[in-house]
């Protein structure tokens, strides 16, 4: 079946400092899938921080950025500068049309003052 | 408010007792899912319902079982818990439709002693 690897356990990065969480996956289905960044805060529920639907195209949001790269079916997720308040977890996923979410194993994000 | 409610937020039971959770929407979707994330963080989907149907049942063990009334709810109820059922259990929605977002709940923790 579909898989999705990411970057494991945590990642500490000073605030201000630039992150890269790496995301691939593989796919049996024949195409490109959707693919999702999904974001969990302290004491809060999993939502969507950015999607591609497109492969070659860039998502966006909250500063964050990720790249469908469909050569290397790749969608890292980057940020330039970050601060105290990303501090979560971070979950790649895909998804085939309107079928279920396939996730990764999540990246905890800890952004140290 | 429009989102998706999880009840309880946390349970703690013995081995063999019955466990019972509820999942309510109220943003007028059509299709909900219950995955389960276990103690490596990962996110598995168990069950997939679309208007009262289900259209999605993963592997997973017979005592595990969705309950859904009509589309706004959707259950899940365990019959003689096993150490391993101890998770965190999640809850979403959406439409049944290429590209529709997900709605996470906040999920339930069980703790099986």
């Known amino acids: 079946g579909d898989s999705v690897t990411q970057t494991e356990g945590q990642v500490t990065v000073s605030e201000s400092k630039s992150l890269i969480i790496n995301c691939t996956y593989s796919?049996?289905?024949?195409?490109?899938?959707?693919l999702f960044w999904y974001v969990r805060y302290p004491g809060e529920g999993l939502q969507l921080l950015l999607k591609?639907?497109?492969?070659?195209q860039k998502g966006s949001s909250r500063g964050f950025e990720a790249t469908y790269n469909k050569e290397a079916t790749s969608f890292h997720l980057q940020k330039a500068s970050v601060q105290e308040s990303d501090s979560a977890v971070y979950y790649c996923?895909?998804?085939?049309?309107?079928?279920?979410?396939?996730f990764g194993a999540g990246t905890r994000l800890a952004v140290c003052p | 408010e429009t989102a998706v409610f999880q009840t309880p937020n946390y349970h703690v039971t013995q081995v063999g007792n019955e466990v019972s959770f509820n999942c309510k929407q109220t943003?007028?979707?059509?299709?909900m899912y219950w995955y389960k994330q276990d103690s490596k963080k990962l996110l598995k989907i168990m069950f997939s319902?679309?208007?009262?149907?289900?259209?999605v049942n993963e592997t997973v063990p017979r005592r595990f079982s969705p309950q859904s009334s009509d589309k706004a709810h959707l259950n899940l109820r365990i019959k003689s818990v096993e150490p391993e059922d101890s998770a965190v259990y999640l809850c979403?929605?959406?439409?049944?439709?290429?590209?529709?977002?997900?709605?996470f709940g906040s999920g339930t923790r069980l703790l099986v002693i």
């Open positions: 319902y679309n208007n009262k149907q289900l259209i």
């Open positions: 943003l007028g979707h059509d299709t």
């Open positions: 996923a895909l998804r085939w049309g309107f079928n279920k979410l396939t």
């Open positions: 796919a049996t289905s024949i195409g490109y899938p959707n």
């Open positions: 591609v639907i497109t492969a070659g």
């Open positions: 979403a929605s959406s439409q049944f439709r290429v590209n529709s977002d997900y709605t």
